[in-house]
């Protein structure tokens, strides 16, 4: 099924665009919120980045095998799934008074979490090579556009009082119900796209760990998986402890917070509606990943330089459009690289490595900021993308020695 010869490939598409970004707002709710949560428990730095990183190590661990699993028994399960799994984890984190429940509500969310790696193998299946980016760009604004509504709101629903006064229930019982209205949408209006996948998949002998060792003696891919970790841990980093820094520092709340995100989201999902179409006809995806490295470079420099709430929404927004660049040109290299039978378990796999690096990037943070320095994190940060460079080159001289062989 393909977008250029069904026309049902284009409802479907627009359905997935839907029911993602209605989750995606309830994602977003939280986004601002989740440090304040941590900090009503009495938890220093150190611990509340921990927290937030057990998301993201749960996601590690769970998503090659929502992949493996979409690939063999379709997609359409596996976004069920994780919808009926962040509305569970949002009413956990609802009710959540102590750090532990704080803690199980979070790791739920990232055992559940594979709705993106999943609808961006979903659109794989059902656009052309040469419509790829442009739709793969569309539905990662639907993340950018979950976060414009999501953290606005979520600061909203909290309230105007301080950490004390803040009403946290409100926001996740929000976020619980947008899942559950995503996971109807999918019920009952998303049709299946991996036919090819289900049909196989009982003739299937392949482990899940052969086809994991499989992807891993790609070294392009590899490279590409490595670049992941490298970028990804500093962005994570610096988000897990913006919200924090920005209070102890700035004296900066949750409702400040959830606008610089929600202005934040609108950037990523404006530039990608509207850019991403023109810039991945006129430069390579490498060079807009390279492009991307840069900026978020300059924006970790922002938040060092920083010394007033408009510095830190310019910094904040020049990373916004490092992350539409990077976000939506690394998954087209990913899926560039991978063969049609395994592009969701490829999808899958650079997820996970985006998770493992969310982990590192969050646990470590907290200690770095309470017994280095606060601004340390962002030093860190404009540091480590020298080496991100340099890998990106190597693994595109390595994609063109590939392709001078093949011709």
């Given at each position: 099924m393909r977008l250029n010869s069904d026309p049902r490939s284009a409802a479907a598409l627009a359905t997935l665009w839907t029911v993602v970004f209605v989750d995606l707002i309830g994602y977003g709710i939280l986004a601002p919120l989740v440090p304040f949560y941590a900090l009503r428990t009495g938890l220093g730095a150190e611990m509340i980045t921990l927290v937030i990183a057990a998301y993201s190590l749960s996601q590690f661990v769970a998503m090659p095998v929502w992949g493996h699993i979409s690939d063999h028994y379709g997609r359409r399960p596996v976004l069920l799934a994780s919808m009926a799994g962040h509305a569970l984890s949002y009413v956990l984190l609802a009710q959540a008074e102590s750090w532990q429940m704080l803690l199980l509500a979070r790791i739920l969310g990232g055992i559940t979490s594979a709705n993106l790696a999943t609808a961006y193998a979903y659109v794989t299946d059902v656009t052309a090579p040469e419509e790829r980016a442009r739709h793969l760009g569309r539905l990662s604004a639907a993340f950018g556009m979950g976060f414009v509504i999501g953290p606005m709101l979520g600061g909203l629903l909290s309230g105007s009082g301080g950490i004390e006064q803040a009403n946290f229930a409100l926001p996740a019982y929000a976020a619980a119900s947008l899942s559950a209205l995503s996971f109807l949408g999918i019920l009952f209006l998303l049709p299946e796209s991996n036919r090819t996948g289900?049909?196989?998949?009982?003739?299937?002998?392949?482990?899940?760990?052969?086809?994991?060792?499989?992807?891993?003696?790609?070294?392009?891919?590899?490279?590409?998986?490595?670049?992941?970790?490298?970028?990804?841990?500093?962005?994570?980093?610096?988000?897990?402890?913006?919200?924090?820094?920005?209070?102890?520092?700035?004296?900066?709340?949750?409702?400040?917070?959830?606008?610089?995100?929600?202005?934040?989201?609108?950037?990523?999902?404006?530039?990608?509606?509207?850019?991403?179409?023109?810039?991945?006809?006129?430069?390579?995806?490498?060079?807009?990943?390279?492009?991307?490295?840069?900026?978020?470079?300059?924006?970790?420099?922002?938040?060092?330089?920083?010394?007033?709430?408009?510095?830190?929404?310019?910094?904040?927004?020049?990373?916004?459009?490092?992350?539409?660049?990077?976000?939506?040109?690394?998954?087209?290299?990913?899926?560039?690289?991978?063969?049609?039978?395994?592009?969701?378990?490829?999808?899958?796999?650079?997820?996970?490595?985006?998770?493992?690096?969310?982990?590192?990037?969050?646990?470590?943070?907290?200690?770095?900021?309470?017994?280095?320095?606060?601004?340390?994190?962002?030093?860190?940060?404009v540091l480590m993308m020298i080496p991100a460079l340099l890998l990106l080159g190597w693994t595109r001289r390595a994609d063109r020695q590939a392709m001078e062989l093949a011709e």
């Open positions: 289900t049909e196989e998949a009982p003739r299937s002998k392949a482990s899940l760990l052969a086809s994991l060792a499989s992807l891993r003696r790609q070294p392009r891919l590899a490279g590409l998986v490595s670049l992941c970790l490298i970028v990804i841990t500093f962005v994570a980093a610096r988000e897990a402890i913006l919200a924090i820094w920005a209070h102890d520092v700035h004296g900066l709340g949750p409702r400040y917070i959830g606008l610089v995100l929600g202005v934040s989201g609108a950037t990523i999902a404006l530039f990608q509606f509207a850019a991403m179409g023109p810039l991945a006809k006129r430069f390579s995806s490498y060079t807009l990943v390279k492009a991307a490295i840069l900026l978020y470079a300059a924006g970790w420099l922002g938040l060092l330089l920083a010394t007033t709430w408009l510095n830190i929404a310019l910094a904040v927004l020049v990373a916004a459009i490092a992350t539409a660049l990077f976000q939506t040109n690394m998954q087209t290299l990913i899926s560039e690289q991978a063969l049609p039978s395994e592009r969701g378990l490829a999808m899958g796999v650079y997820q996970s490595s985006s998770s493992m690096a969310r982990f590192i990037g969050q646990a470590g943070v907290g200690t770095v900021y309470a017994f280095v320095s606060p601004s340390a994190p962002f030093a860190l940060g």
